[in-house]
């Protein structure tokens, strides 16, 4: 109902779900499969997060952004160069909360050299 000096007015019953806003919340930290990979071989990152929608993800590297890297899950075939630590970040801006920021926490993928077999005598 409203009402002013002109008169009053009622509108039909309107129904308002209010749910509370928070900040992106880990669910599940860095999991690197496998962890320790041969040079050239596929290898998978997840990290999961909760929270009010949407989040933003950035796959990090040494602190550096992975670039292309915006998924909960991460999949590529690594180089030397790309063993190291590894982290999700992960950010939302819920209502009434401002920028939020969460990180999975880090992990280390370790990159090897394919073995030459060994002659048997």
């Known amino acids: ?17 209010l749910t509370n806003a928070t900040g992106p919340l880990l669910v599940s930290g860095t999991v690197i499969t496998p962890p320790v990979v041969v040079q050239g ?28 890297a915006t998924n909960t899950s991460l999949t590529f075939t690594p180089q030397f160069s790309d063993g190291g630590i590894y982290t999700l970040v992960a950010s939302n801006n819920p209502p009434g909360l401002g920028s939020q920021i969460a990180n999975s926490g880090s992990a280390t993928l370790y990159v090897v050299a394919a ?5 048997q005598c």
């Open 1 to 17: 109902m409203v009402a002013n000096l002109q008169g009053m007015s009622t509108s039909s019953i309107v129904s308002l779900n």
């Open 41 to 68: 071989s596929s290898v998978t990152m997840t990290a999961s997060f909760t929270g009010s929608s949407p989040i933003s993800y950035q796959w990090e590297h040494a602190g550096t952004n992975v670039l292309g």
């Open 115 to 119: 073995g030459k077999p060994t002659r």
